[in-house]
């Protein structure tokens, strides 16, 4: 038998999301809610982006997604608990009494695929776009308009962040049901127009302990990390939201900088320890305090996740000046890839007093390229059938 077009195929993009004030731990795994709030902006999509497709067709049988073009299985535990969530809002949006465009639409499976536009090799969290654009995209084939946090954050914790464009705080919220655990925008994307966002992208050695794991033995083991969650984050998640809203680089800079070190402690507190950070990410670390140093004020900032590479923070006027300075460091050893992508950076000499003050021995290749780019919005449905990663039988297209 010809199998039938998919009566609804959505297809959305979401953004990547790097945390100013961290999560880590989590007081219900299965819910996935956190012991503290946190706070993050959200990248451009030109740059770093999630695309996903879903289509729903009463001739598929089984629920089935293909992630960059590899079928995963949809039995993962986190998978489940993303689809059980949607499908529990469309069934309460059509017992609410909402008229439902898409009657039979529950019982049929679902078929997802979804890709990055980022090579998942070069070790940047994937999972926070790949989440939350799931989300997004499983809530216009199923007609939910509710509030996506839940769904998202059941998919990874930090994904419910990457709903929203701009500066996002995920409150951590105090029900055991976690209803009130939920992802709102701070400020827009429009807020802050000079603000730049540098990906240090470092040439890793090895692939670090995964976040949920990490952050498990945290919590069971690490006391700083619970003084951190109950004493420190909430004046610091105040005052990050003071910073953003007054545009303050100086405070933010120093702020989003404390806090990376201050969750990178709690990592080392963790026994055994565990540690993210490589000797280039602390050279990383070196460069940027000198740069600063050299220039009287904090004109940049970095911050780190999971991993070895740094997210670097500054204004549109001092990009130039610090991709060079970043060039100097770290001469790119030329192995294929484009040492900068993303936003254009002009090109600019170093003067001899800010090369003396980083004083340091340039240290070849150990980082593989710089990604520029700013702050974005939130997911997008595109219009545009040719977009779509799956064909009309419902599999993913043939990869142009
Ligand atoms: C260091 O959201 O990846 O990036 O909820 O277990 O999926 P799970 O963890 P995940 O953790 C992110 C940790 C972090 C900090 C942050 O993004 O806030």
Not at 4 to 19: D, Q
Not at 183 to 199: D, G
Not at 344 to 365: F, I, Q, R, T
Request: hydrophobic share 40%; aromatic share 6%.
């Amino acid at each position: 038998m010809a199998s039938e077009k998919p009566i609804v195929v959505v297809t959305c993009t979401a953004p990547v999301n790097i945390a100013v004030v961290k999560y880590w731990g989590k007081r219900d795994e299965e819910l996935i809610l956190p012991i503290n709030s946190s706070l993050s902006v959200t990248l451009h999509q030109d740059q770093l982006k999630t695309t996903t497709t879903a289509a729903i067709s009463r001739d598929f049988t089984e629920d089935r997604i293909w992630l960059n073009g590899r079928e995963e299985d949809m039995g993962h535990p986190r998978l489940q608990a993303c689809l059980t969530e949607i499908r529990r809002l469309a069934r309460k949006r059509r017992s609410d009494g909402h008229e439902d465009p898409l009657p039979l639409s529950l019982s049929y499976k679902v078929h997802v695929a979804s890709e990055n536009n980022f090579p998942t090799a070069a070790g940047l969290a994937s999972s926070a776009a790949g989440y939350a654009c799931l989300a997004y995209t499983l809530a216009r084939v199923y007609g939910v308009d509710s509030d996506l946090s839940e769904v998202a954050r059941r998919g990874s914790g930090s994904a419910c962040r990457s709903l929203y464009g701009g500066f996002v705080e995920w409150q951590m919220g105090e029900r055991p049901d976690g209803k009130d655990s939920v992802a709102r925008q701070v400020a827009p994307e429009s807020h802050w127009p000079e603000l730049r966002v540098l990906i240090l992208v470092v040439s890793a050695e090895r692939k670090p302990m995964g976040s949920t794991a990490g952050m498990q033995t945290s919590v069971e083991t690490s006391a700083l990390l619970k003084f951190r969650a109950e004493a420190l984050v909430p004046p610091r998640m105040a005052e990050m939201t003071r910073c953003i809203r007054e545009r303050n680089f100086q405070a933010f800079g120093q702020l989003t900088m404390k806090d990376s070190n201050q969750f990178h402690a709690t990592c080392l507190d963790t026994f055994p320890p565990i540690s993210y950070l490589s000797d280039t990410s602390r050279r990383i670390i070196q460069l940027v305090h000198r740069f600063n140093a050299h220039h009287g004020q904090t004109k940049v900032a970095y911050t780190f996740d999971a991993g070895p590479n740094a997210v670097v923070f500054t204004l549109d006027d001092t990009v130039a000046e610090f991709v060079a300075a970043v060039s100097h460091s770290f001469p790119p050893e030329s192995n294929g890839d484009k040492f900068l992508k993303g936003l254009p950076v002009e090109p600019v000499l170093l003067s001899d007093e800010l090369k003396a003050a980083l004083g340091m021995d340039p240290v070849p290749g150990s980082i593989r390229y710089i990604i520029a780019t700013q702050v974005g919005p939130g997911p997008q449905v595109l219009d545009d059938p040719g977009a779509h990663l799956l064909g009309p039988d419902g599999l993913p297209k043939p990869a142009a």
